[in-house]
């Protein structure tokens, strides 16, 4: 079994930062695609940052300039560095990560950490 554990939320003043980080474990042959996604209350689910194996990232513009997501193959790991952050960014984030094991490929999701910024 893949397991995705998240950690990093919290509360934060506006202008804050925070790093969201994600781990894979389990019987892992491959990682592919790595994201995070956000969803504030009342709203959809919305894809945040996303990262290649090749490392080509992609951001929603309302963060780029403001977050930057890395990964780090040897650890199984996809990070979220977060700065300037505003009231509107609060949401529960959740990693995605596409991923091969011994019975095939499939994507998986963490189970979310809540990102609050709020004075």
């Known amino acids: 079994q893949v397991q995705l554990v998240e950690s990093g939320g919290g509360l934060v003043l506006p202008g804050g930062s925070l790093t969201l980080s994600c781990a894979a474990s389990?019987?892992?042959?491959?990682?592919?695609?790595m994201g995070w996604y956000r969803q504030a209350p009342g709203k959809q689910r919305e894809l945040v940052a996303s990262i290649t194996t090749g490392g080509n990232t992609k951001y929603v513009d309302s963060v780029k300039g403001r977050f930057t997501i890395s990964r780090d193959n040897t650890k199984n790991m996809v990070s979220l560095q977060m700065n300037s952050l505003k009231p509107e960014d609060t949401a529960v984030y959740y990693c995605n990560v596409d991923l091969a094991t011994g019975y095939g490929h499939s994507s998986y999701w963490g189970q979310g950490t809540q990102v609050t910024v709020s004075s």
């Open positions: 389990g019987n892992i042959f491959n990682l592919y695609s």
